[in-house]
Nanobody, 116 residues
């Protein structure tokens, strides 16, 4: 079955950095578009960034220039490097793919808290 396992969240001060990882299994990772979403308390889940199978990336405006999504097909892993973190980046971050099916697959989420 499809499994997405996120790691790398934590507590960081404003201006700090974190790198999230998402290890995928049960899919042909190299052909899948992979996404990172986040959900803050009381807010809807939003798309942060995605990366296609050919490496094309896209970011929501609020993270452009600060976050970088990348992938390592040899490790079936997608990353989200987050720099210059702000308190408004605080959220649970989720890894997502459709794996070329009609449904969404999600990881369990990893908490990112930006606070002094």
């Amino acid at each position: 079955q499809v499994q997405l396992v996120e790691s790398g969240g934590g507590l960081v001060q404003p201006g700090g950095s974190l790198r999230l990882s998402c290890a995928a299994s049960g899919i042909i990772f190299s052909i899948c578009t992979m996404g990172w979403y986040r959900q803050a308390p009381g807010k809807q889940r939003e798309l942060v960034a995605y990366i296609t199978n050919d490496g094309t990336t896209n970011y929501t405006d609020s993270v452009k220039g600060r976050f970088t999504i990348s992938r390592d097909n040899a490790k079936n892993t997608v990353y989200l490097q987050m720099n210059t973190l702000k308190p408004e980046d605080t959220a649970v971050y989720y890894c997502q793919t459709t794996a070329w099916t009609t449904r969404d697959y999600w990881g369990q989420g990893t908490q990112v808290t930006v606070s002094s």
